[in-house]
């Protein structure tokens, strides 16, 4: 294999990671994380869209959710990646 096969490999293996990855965080990923009733993670997901003016049922990212419960974003990550 040559070294630029290997860098396009590389780098297609890293954007497929990247694709993998979910956007938003959904109330079974935060009841994972907190140990928490699917009740509480409801409700956090209400509290978070309420404060950054997201409709009632609006998607939340990670990164939202990573703001607003000040939890680092590659532990969360972790979490949601193990399904």
């Known amino acids: 294999m040559h070294s ?7 780098r297609f293996c890293h954007y497929q990671a990247m694709l993998t990855k979910r956007i938003c965080i959904y109330t079974k990923d935060i009841q994972r994380i907190t140990g928490r009733s ?6 956090l997901l209400e509290n978070i869209r309420r404060e950054y003016g997201k409709p009632t049922g609006g998607l939340v990212t990670v990164q939202e959710f990573c703001r607003y419960t000040k939890i680092q974003q590659q532990e969360v990550e972790i979490f949601i990646e193990k399904e």
């Open 4 to 10: 630029t096969d290997t860098a396009v490999s590389s």
């Open 38 to 43: 699917e009740r509480y993670a409801r409700q």
